[in-house]
């Protein structure tokens, strides 16, 4: 069975990725600055008054903060959630891209240094897991410098390769591996990205090592996959289904253990009953804020997300890309915060064996 306790036990070799250290030592004086910011407003009450009876504030948009490239599919999920969010909460919601770093650290770091009135928010995916154990050197602490508001979806993500690859199905595809070895490029969308993961998880199960291509973002990456400048990529299902409905790319497989039930991927096998026994990986998306804004403030975000997630615009679109609109009490803050808890523990192990470090 191929999953990720077996993985990160089993996992031979390494590989470090750095960035500078330069860049690194600012993040953390600036989350640092910000931390001693926010503790003197709240001691001397300047500039972080917010209550909910007057949120959100009349003329003042809420920003939703995506820490990847527009185009991807976190930026997806985020426009397509604005739109609901400006129902709930009455409000003008507009999505700002702010890539850079590995797992999107950058935009992560850019909203603690917003004040925390519930008008700068973030919307991230899997990386929020896996930053302790990947970012060796993080500037933030994620269980303790964050306000949790919610979960917002479960995404699939799917197996696919260049429109010119001569493999049409998996096993044409593992027999390609098998005679290419040492000169196959799998892309991703950058240093603590699901495709990342999904990759890692993906070489291990068929135990071939390929050489790694980072993006800074998934539309990119896309781009250049569809082009043929590199072979393979493991994406989620709301980038990849429409190009997959085009023909514009090769679909081999979904990476959950029942088959989609959506018409674009609907007869398209899991890499489990293809001989991936146990193959699972799913990615999550939920709705953060900067540490210390007001308890109202948040209630009324979590009643507003709430609405949003049952929104039938909002699902269809969800739903439409293969995406699981979250329904549990997930969608609550502590079990949102709990659970990226558990995803912390989780993924801890894998990216020890791996030895892949992004400092």
Not at 83 to 110: F, H, T, Y
Not at 155 to 160: A, E, K, R, S
Request: with cysteine.
């Amino acid at each position: 069975m191929m999953n990720i306790d077996h993985w990160a036990s089993s996992r031979k070799g390494h590989s470090r990725i750095k960035t500078g250290e330069t860049d690194m030592n600012k993040l953390r004086l600036i989350a640092r600055s910000m931390t001693t910011l926010l503790g003197l407003g709240a001691l001397f009450g300047f500039g972080l008054h917010a209550n909910a009876a007057d949120y959100p504030i009349k003329d003042k948009s809420i920003t939703l903060i995506v820490p990847f490239a527009a185009g991807g599919p976190t930026d997806r999920v985020a426009r397509d959630l604005s739109e609901a969010l400006r129902k709930s909460l009455g409000g003008n919601v507009v999505v700002e891209n702010d890539a850079g770093g590995p797992g999107g650290l950058i935009g992560a770091s850019k909203l603690l240094r917003s004040t925390p009135d519930g008008h700068t928010l973030l919307v991230h995916h899997i990386a929020m897991g896996i930053f302790p154990s990947l970012v060796r050197n993080l500037p933030f602490n994620v269980e303790s410098d964050f306000e949790y508001l919610g979960m917002i979806n479960d995404v699939p993500m799917t197996l696919i390769g260049k429109p010119q690859l001569p493999a049409n199905t998996y096993k044409e595809l593992l027999a390609w591996v098998a005679a290419n070895k040492g000169h196959i490029n799998l892309a991703n969308a950058g240093l603590a990205s699901a495709s990342q993961l999904c990759g890692m998880l993906w070489q291990a199960s068929i135990q071939v090592d390929m050489t790694s291509v980072p993006y800074k973002g998934t539309a990119p990456a896309m781009t250049d996959l569809i082009g043929g400048q590199v072979d393979l990529m493991c994406d989620q299902t709301t980038s990849t289904t429409s190009q997959i409905e085009a023909k514009k790319v090769k679909a081999f497989g979904v990476t959950t253990l029942k088959r989609l039930n959506i018409p674009a991927l609907k007869d398209l096998a899991t890499l489990d009953e293809l001989g991936e026994k146990g193959f699972q990986v799913t990615i999550w998306h939920g709705l953060y804020g900067p540490k210390g804004m007001p308890a109202d403030v948040i209630a009324k975000i979590n009643a507003g997300l709430k609405a949003a997630l049952k929104d039938p615009e909002f699902v269809k679109k969800q739903e439409g890309l293969g995406a699981v609109v979250i329904t549990d009490k997930r969608s609550d803050p502590a079990e949102h915060k709990k659970f990226v808890a558990s995803e912390i523990a989780r993924w801890t192990p894998v990216i020890k064996a791996a030895n892949v470090y992004a400092d």
